[in-house]
């Protein structure tokens, strides 16, 4: 276990609580960096010893210290989420690339979060994937770099074709252009060569729920909206860490 392993392990709870404040507050445009957070059941101002993560929720036993109101049990998840991100990125890398690996797990995190609940992937968090995963290429290997930004431009490219092709066809928005931008981000990131392993998992992933959500009694119907960024996301982090799909 490495030093890096371990800050990363040590850090991740309190990201994940900041994480959580961008999922609540971004879809409403509300100020993610400032305001102080407040009890949901009183509005009471939350002190220190409210906000530490996980341990605060459990101390409490789930309930607001200033007025015993149910805690909604999103925050210690998110907090949770983004130890297990880190965790299992320390397992596959290490060193600076560590770093870089956690702060795309746990962008990818927030975008699979706000989806689920708003259908909705913000251009402020799918947008800089993009560059970002550029800039990181070019520090592994310039000779990969043109390839990656052709990655990117049919990453976009082929969802933004499918989603204009299903719109024009049924006469409504079956897939967003969220998901042709993120998927622009998982070709910086990839490569050419692993972005039909991301579409192919990402596919299969939501199917699976798709279908979990059948098995729980939910009624799926051809225009019943189901998010398509969650699973893309998943895929994205599985190739970026263990590498594409390989059959034979």
């Known amino acids: 276990m490495t030093v890096d392993a371990v800050f990363a392990w040590l850090i991740a709870p309190f990201v994940g609580s900041f994480l959580g404040l961008v999922v609540d507050r971004l879809p409403v445009g509300q100020p993610v960096l400032l305001g102080r957070s407040v009890c949901d059941g009183c509005g009471r101002p939350l002190g220190v010893r409210d906000l530490v993560p996980i341990v605060s929720f459990l101390v409490q036993r789930g309930r607001a210290r200033c007025c015993g109101a ?23 890398v290490d060193g600076w690339l560590l770093w870089v690996t956690c702060g795309l797990g746990w962008t990818l995190l927030v975008l699979a979060w706000i989806d689920l609940r708003h259908f ?7 947008l800089p994937l993009i560059p970002a995963g550029l ?15 052709i990655a990117a431009a049919l990453g976009f490219g082929a969802l ?41 998992l990402g596919a299969v992933a939501g199917l699976a729920a798709a279908l979990a959500m059948g098995r729980r009694g939910a009624k799926l119907r051809p225009e019943t909206a189901i998010a398509f960024g969650p699973w893309l996301a998943l895929a994205f982090w599985v190739v970026w860490l263990h590498g594409p799909v390989v059959i034979g």
């Open 70 to 92: 149910r805690l909604p049990p999103f925050y210690p998840m998110i907090e949770i989420a983004a130890l297990v991100v880190a965790v299992w990125a320390s397992l596959v």
């Open 120 to 126: 909705w992937l913000p251009d402020v968090l799918t």
């Open 135 to 149: 800039a990181i290429t070019y520090a592994i290997g310039l000779d990969r770099l043109v390839g990656h930004a």
């Open 160 to 200: 933004a074709l499918i989603a204009w092709g299903y719109q024009h066809v049924r006469g409504r928005e079956g897939l967003g252009l969220g998901d042709a931008k993120l998927l622009a981000g998982a070709g910086a990131w990839l490569g050419p060569a692993a972005l039909p392993s991301v579409v192919l």
